[in-house]
């Protein structure tokens, strides 16, 4: 669920409530986020315990503080040093004061947070972007917190208490099957910039140390160096998780296509005669999609091809699909295309039994791509349009780049490539490709 801040103005208006509970795994857009901040307006996600703040101590009561917090500015106070800020209310201290530069630290650390969910959202990273949300509402909730003067309870992050992040950080082995190792370049960029925040995240807590604990080890800020330790922890736990999953192999079978057609209704008839349907030759790796026994001649300027197999069922436009080599042959123009793109590609001549259908476009080299089914999508963390990286596990190992993810519920997990590519990489029947990071 993405909130804008259009939608979380529009509700807010109608209640004026102090606090909003959300669906876990929400994303908060950047405006949404200052407008909850402007606002004073805690973010509460469904299933995590509702804290019910202490009513605040009155000045009677000893609290110089809360008296200082309540009181105005006087009209016609002296205009602010430059060098000066305000720490809470009228309290005027300088700028290198600890407490503004650990707050300085954790703003930087949303920045980067931020920036990286962007990142994240563009490589189709959605679910691991949502957690990095609820991470960054927990840092607003810290500065929250430190401006009023009030106390933070931990409650849980991601679904995990404390403890269990803390344990889960210490024991990656036991948790996700591997040990307190250095990273390379090989796991990838994700990985890096979960690394970059936990280091990030590490240097607010450094800052933090110096705000707010003294020269005698006394600290007046143990619920915020609590949370800054464990959001530390948790990011070394989401790129141990990252890392683990990686470990395993993605690995898909690989389907040669050799030379084919897939016609449309209006152009079969015209081919094999009125009313014509396809006869059932194969099925075809992909569910739904056969070879049928009909084939037919393809003529281009130069050469032709017999005996090209239709694969059905039948679609809205023709399109056929040839390698580079049979486009050599025919004497037309090879066109790279994904299934589909026909606009600039060559035409050929087609001939059937019961007459000939003349192309002026439609013939393609159909560039390598991927059919993963949703769930096996989703496991990988890849969505339909993505481009990756897949390599050959053959005696001639070859890495693609560039090869296009299709997704969809009906389709099973394969790599496609034509003849001339298989035929280059020594692929054979039990070969398989490996995708790389994306």
């Not at 917090?69 to 201290?93: C, F, N, W, Y």
């Not at 703003?107 to 959605?126: M, S």
């Not at 024991?171 to 280091?199: C, E």
């Not at 890392?243 to 898909?252: A, D, G, I, T």
Request: proline share 7%; hydrophobic share 35%; net charge neutral.
């Amino acid at each position: 669920m993405i909130l804008s801040e259009h939608v979380l103005r529009a509700n807010w208006h109608k209640t004026k409530s102090t606090t909003i509970t959300i669906p876990r795994g929400s994303i908060i857009t950047p405006s949404a986020r200052d407008f909850l901040r402007a606002q004073g307006i805690q973010v509460h996600y469904q299933g995590d315990p509702v804290e019910t703040p202490e009513p605040e101590k009155s000045p009677a009561a000893g609290s110089a503080l809360a008296a200082t917090l309540a009181a105005p500015v006087p009209a016609g106070s002296p205009a602010k040093p430059e060098h000066m800020t305000h720490l809470r209310g009228r309290d005027l201290i300088p700028k290198t004061h600890p407490v503004i530069a650990w707050r300085g630290q954790l703003d930087r650390f949303d920045c980067d947070l931020v920036e990286t969910q962007t990142l994240l959202v563009k490589a189709g990273e959605t679910k691991l972007a949502a957690q990095l949300e609820e991470i960054a509402q927990r840092a607003q909730q810290l500065m929250t917190a430190e401006v009023k003067n009030q106390p933070l309870e931990f409650g849980t992050l991601l679904g995990w208490q404390a403890d269990q992040i803390r344990a889960m950080s210490h024991q990656p082995d036991k948790y996700f099957g591997i040990s307190h190792t250095p990273m390379t370049y090989q796991d990838g960029w994700v990985v890096a910039r979960l690394n970059s925040l936990r280091s990030k995240i590490r240097e607010v807590e450094l800052y933090a140390n110096h705000a707010f604990t003294d020269s005698d080890g006394n600290c007046r800020r143990p619920d915020i160096l609590l949370h800054l330790n464990r959001l530390s922890s948790l990011f070394y736990i989401l790129l141990c998780q990252r890392r683990s999953r990686q470990r395993e192999p993605r690995q898909l079978p690989i389907g040669i296509s050799s030379r084919h057609l897939h016609l449309s209704q209006e152009h079969l008839e015209q081919l094999f005669g009125p009313g014509y349907t396809l006869h059932h030759h194969k099925d075809l790796s992909q569910p739904g999609q056969f070879a049928a026994r009909e084939t037919v001649t393809l003529a281009g300027p130069k050469g032709q091809l017999e005996r090209v197999r239709i694969l059905g069922p039948v679609r809205p436009q023709t399109q056929i699909e040839v390698s580079v080599t049979d486009c050599f042959q025919l004497g037309i123009p090879p066109a790279l295309r994904d299934s589909g793109r026909l606009d600039g590609s060559s035409g050929v001549t087609l001939s059937g039994p019961a007459g000939s259908v003349q192309l002026d476009q439609g013939v393609i080299v159909a560039a390598r791509h991927i059919h993963l089914h949703s769930d096996q999508a989703n496991a990988w963390n890849l969505t339909d349009g993505q481009y990756v990286n897949a390599t050959i596990a053959s005696e001639r190992p070859v890495l693609l780049q560039n090869v296009l993810v299709r997704v969809s519920p009906h389709f099973q997990g394969e790599l496609h490539l034509d003849t001339d590519e298989a035929n280059a990489a020594f692929v054979k029947p039990e070969t398989q490709c490996i995708l790389q990071e994306v």
